[in-house]
T-cell receptor
Framework: ETGVTQSPTHLIKTRGQQVTLRCSSQ?????VSWYQQALGQGPQFIFQ???????GRGNFPPRFSGLQFPNYSSELNVNALELDDSALYLC???????????????FGEGSRLTVL | AQSVTQLGSHVSVSEGALVLLRCNYS??????LFWYVQYPNKGLQLLLK??????LVKGINGFEAEFKKSETSFHLTKPSAHMSDAAEYFC????????????FGTGTQLKVEL
């Protein structure tokens, strides 16, 4: 049991809609990262939050945004959904943060988003 | 820029046989290297990591990997496969200053047969 929980586990949206995915990090972890895993692919880094601020971003457009709360939980928001946004969205928490040494990531089981 | 190549999207071995999953990386700075395992409908779990200490890294469940700078490789091995090892395995690379931004390979599905 990793301690990272994500909700919802599955959801279906239509093109143009907006979605919010939620993540509770493992107790004591101050860093949350979000990854997108398309079918048959490896996870791709979306962004990282450390102490409530985004401090690293992958190659994703601005319609992907996020928040981290004082209790270190996090949200991923995606606006103007496109068909290619269909994927498993993984949240990972870590004890080490900032841009320093990459620490061990603890992944949740993901939220599977289908865009029709 | 960093990248990871996993050779073989599917690998099949007999129970008790050697497991060898291949990973080659590209990095312009000294890398941190990881192997993660993903069981169906589950998140990823860290098997082992290389962070510039010993080049032979031992992980959980009997897995190990050797960092070979000259070959830019970080292959994953296990001497004797077990049915419970059937899963998808991902190699990933990170670097100091990159935080938790890992670049993952496309994965290798391991099948273990009786």
């Amino acid at each position: 049991e990793t301690g990272v929980t994500q909700s919802p586990t599955h959801l279906i949206k239509t093109r143009g809609q907006q979605v919010t995915l939620r993540c509770s990090s493992q107790s004591g972890h101050n860093t949350v990262s979000w990854y997108q895993q398309a079918l048959g692919q490896g996870p791709q880094f979306i962004f990282q939050y450390y102490r409530e601020e985004e401090n690293g971003r992958g190659n994703f457009p601005p319609r992907f945004s996020g928040l981290q709360f004082p209790n270190y939980s996090s949200e991923l928001n995606v606006n103007a959904l496109e068909l290619d946004d269909s994927a498993l969205y993984l949240c990972a928490s870590s004890l080490l943060g900032g841009t320093g040494v990459t620490g061990e990531l603890f992944f949740g089981e993901g939220s599977r988003l289908t865009v029709l | 820029a960093q990248s990871v190549t996993q050779l073989g999207s599917h690998v099949s071995v007999s129970e008790g046989a050697l497991v060898l999953l291949r990973c080659n990386y590209s990095s312009s700075v000294p890398p941190y290297l990881f192997w993660y395992v993903q069981y169906p409908n589950k998140g990823l779990q860290l098997l082992l990591k290389y962070t510039s200490a010993a080049t032979l890294v031992k992980g959980i469940n009997g897995f190990e990997a050797e960092f070979k700078k000259s070959e830019t490789s970080f292959h994953l091995t296990k001497p004797s496969a077990h049915m419970s090892d059937a899963a998808e395995y991902f190699c990933a690379v990170g670097f100091t200053g990159g935080g938790n931004k890992l670049t993952f390979g496309t994965g290798t599905q391991l099948k273990v047969e009786l």
